[in-house]
């Protein structure tokens, strides 16, 4: 006899959005970010960028992140401007002066805006494409800097990589 179903409801992962927090964050992103956003269609890559930097943090900090941008979003039913429109659906003018009005408010909830604009910022910087237009190339560098280390430090870099990978001699 056939039972219902055990399999489980698609769910997003643990970094991913939910839709409508998704909605949120990509409108959010056009309007915090460069042009370019727009310009070059990286939202949707800005919106991924992001996920992925959610996966890396605690599920705590992930609700956290993921509620606050929830609030957001509905939150811009309350601004006179929005006529009790999610901050989602509303047109670039009306977007851009309420994210404006909150990035200038004082306390928990101005302060909360100008941390999510900062991640979603960083997520933007994160773009290979964006990366190589600004000149960022990080790459020598860090190759310049590996090698003076380990010229510098080499032995006891490998002093403790044989301590860690020795066999126990405790153990029988």
């Known amino acids: 006899m056939a039972g219902p179903s055990s399999a489980p409801a698609a769910r997003p992962g643990p970094g991913r959005l939910s839709a409508p927090a998704r909605r949120a964050t990509r409108r959010f992103a056009e309007v915090v970010c460069p042009p370019g956003i727009r310009t070059h269609h990286r939202t ?36 006179p401007p929005s006529r009790g429109r999610r901050f989602s659906q509303l047109d670039d003018q009306a977007a851009e002066a309420y994210i404006r009005a909150l990035l200038a408010r004082r306390g928990d909830a101005g302060e909360v805006a100008r941390r999510l604009k900062g991640l979603v910022v960083m997520c933007y910087y994160e773009l290979p494409t964006v990366q190589r237009e600004i000149g960022y190339n990080p790459g020598p560098y860090i190759a310049a800097v590996s090698r003076r280390r380990l010229e510098s430090y080499g032995a006891q870099i490998r002093a403790g990589e044989a301590a860690v990978t020795a066999p126990d001699q405790d153990r029988p």
């Not at 996966?55 to 957001?72: E, F, G, N, Q, W």
């Open 44 to 79: 949707d890559r800005v919106v991924a960028e992001f996920e992925l930097m959610l996966d890396a943090l605690s599920p705590t900090a992930r609700k956290a992140l993921a509620a606050a941008i929830v609030v957001l979003d509905q939150g811009a039913r309350l601004y």
